[in-house]
């Protein structure tokens, strides 16, 4: 098995339709998994049809019963994220669920055993068919739910598990360099940087490379919306060599691009010069993946069917 993973650092920079693309280009050995699961929109750029889905459970919730409370304060005084308020009526005290990380401490910490666990959903994972026959494994975390990186961690296995041994998973990374990208990350054999070629884009691409070097993966750069700022080209180009990772190609910014996702089609079937470009850059990567020895699943190395 081969994992590829492609990031951006930054939201909006085309990672999801290159990612898209690349896996149509891959052959028919390979699964898509959606690591974007606060915003998922690989389903969009593959056209899939919502599939199977199972139910993710982050672990448990707490609240306190209102009954059993008797106000006494101890449990806010050791909740170490602030989580829990005085009830507006004042009768004892009540935990914001946006603010609970889950420790447990104000379980322990309450004499009246007032506080309770409760079974909390906190998402939902799929396996969808797609346009292009690319089996899509996506997921959707409840929105206000913080854990992400848990949930990218069971796409990824999901998708392992499906593709079996001779596959090559692509995966979504979210935007970021937070904990659902190295989530996304960790572990792959390679990482397509996409850098869009604006002020923000470079940046946050240059953050996201320092994390990928400081986890030792390999990588290579596509520059994505070249052509509208041709200082801004150049940065974008110094910042790759700058960081010794190879540039695939320069993928210009057309708007006949987004015009072929909005017909549930993939930049390679766009002809002229975008798209040539497109398919240049995305056959340099493969050319890369091509040189990556194949090795054993991490979790799992039955194969699932989709
Ligand atoms: S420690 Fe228990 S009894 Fe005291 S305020 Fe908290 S929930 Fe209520
Ligand atoms: S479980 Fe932890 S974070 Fe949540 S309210 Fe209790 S002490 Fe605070």
Redesign the pocket.
């Known amino acids: 098995m081969i994992m590829v993973s492609v990031a951006s650092g930054k939201g909006g920079a085309g990672k999801t339709s290159i990612a898209a693309a690349l896996a149509e280009l891959l052959g028919p050995a390979r699964v898509f998994a959606d690591c974007d699961v606060d915003a998922a929109n690989g389903a969009i750029a593959l056209g899939a049809a919502l599939g199977t889905r199972e139910p993710y459970d982050a672990g448990p919730g707490f609240k306190?019963d209102e009954k059993a409370?008797?106000?006494?304060?101890?449990?806010?005084k050791v909740c170490r994220f602030g989580a829990?308020k005085p009830a507006p009526d004042g009768s004892?005290?009540r935990i914001v669920p946006e603010l609970c990380e889950r420790c447990g401490a104000?379980l322990d910490?309450?004499?009246?055993k007032?506080?309770v666990t409760f079974e909390k959903q906190a998402g939902e994972l799929f396996v969808s068919g797609t346009r292009l026959g690319i089996p899509l494994v996506h997921a959707e975390l409840v929105p206000g739910e913080d854990t992400s990186g848990k949930l990218v961690r069971k796409v990824r296995d999901k998708a392992e598990r499906i593709a079996g041994g001779d596959s090559i998973v692509v995966l979504d990374s979210p935007p970021g360099i937070g904990c659902p990208v190295i989530a996304s990350i960790s572990g792959c054999d390679l990482v397509l940087v996409v850098v869009e070629a604006s002020a923000s884009g470079i940046r946050d691409a240059a953050r996201l490379v320092e994390l990928v070097a400081s986890m030792r993966r390999k990588a290579v750069a596509i520059v994505n919306k070249a052509g509208l700022d041709g200082a801004m080209d150049l940065r974008a180009r110094e910042m790759i060599a700058k960081a010794g990772i190879p540039l695939a190609g320069e993928i210009p910014f057309d708007p006949a691009l987004r015009s072929a996702e909005e017909a549930g089609k993939t930049w390679l079937s766009l002809d002229g010069d975008s798209g040539a470009r497109a398919a240049k850059a995305l056959r340099a990567v493969r050319g890369v993946i091509s040189g990556l020895s194949r090795r054993e699943t991490d979790s799992n190395p039955s194969k699932e069917q989709p």
């Open positions: 306190i409370c008797t106000g006494c304060g101890l449990c806010a829990i004892g005290y104000c910490a309450c004499p009246s007032a506080v």
